[in-house]
């Protein structure tokens, strides 16, 4: 089914909000090339990015919607973009496990640092503000500041829709997180809403920019694993 024109569609629409935050996040260089967006829930409908496309020139029309079992239910004009974002069976991953309402996956250059300075499976980091804006999966809570945030990483595959496997399981062992870094690639990262998604993605990618920084200074914030 193709999206009609006598949809009305609000500020706060799906159709609206992602274009409208993939400008948002290309300013950011959190999407660059055709890679990196974001994805929304809205009640029983999943509304996704066509693959290999500019994000930060996408219309209304050009998302296509799922159910939260892949199934097409809405598809851009055959005009537009044809082919979903390959990256769907994740954001699916997400939305089904975590009852996430929101997915940003960036390839912001200081998560792919930050991923690349950590030799191990994870990110320990304490004793800074910002984790204050991140909150734990599994109970709802934020962090406070003296708290450690666990940022768990999988490594890359040469087929992004082959981390599916690598995301479900790192969901599995790390009820607490909601964001999975990919070594050498960037972040999945969501949130309750699109709001808290953003503002989530915004306070990591603050703590990898932070981590990156300080480890050019001689400093180095992250924390050896137990």
Not at 189 to 208: R, V
Request: net charge negative; proline share 6%; aromatic share 8%.
């Amino acid at each position: 089914m193709e999206l009609k024109d006598t949809d009305n569609l609000d500020a706060v629409h799906p159709r609206e909000l992602i274009p409208e935050l993939c400008r948002v996040f290309y300013r950011l260089g959190w999407i660059t090339g055709t890679g990196g967006g974001i994805t929304i829930r809205k009640r029983d409908k999943i509304f996704i990015t066509p693959s290999g496309v500019q994000k930060e020139r996408i219309q209304p029309r050009d998302l296509f919607v799922v159910d939260t079992d892949g199934h097409i239910m809405q598809r851009p004009p055959p005009e537009r973009p044809q082919k979903i974002s390959s990256l769907t069976p994740l954001f699916l991953a997400i939305y089904n496990m975590r009852d996430a309402g929101a997915v940003v996956h960036s390839h912001s250059i200081y998560a792919n640092m930050a991923s690349i300075l950590s030799p191990g499976n994870e990110i320990r980091i304490s004793n800074q503000e910002m984790l204050k804006g991140i909150r734990k999966d599994s109970t709802g809570e934020f962090y406070r500041n003296d708290e450690t945030l666990v940022i768990p990483i999988i490594e890359n595959t040469p087929h992004e829709p082959d981390l599916a496997g690598s995301l479900i399981h790192t969901m599995k062992a790390f009820p607490d997180t909601c964001a999975v870094l990919v070594r050498s690639h960037g972040t999945y990262i969501w949130g309750k809403s699109w709001e808290e998604a953003k503002t989530t993605s915004e306070s990591y990618d603050y703590l990898f920019e932070l981590i990156v920084k300080m480890k050019g200074c001689g400093v180095d914030l992250m924390e050896q694993s137990h």
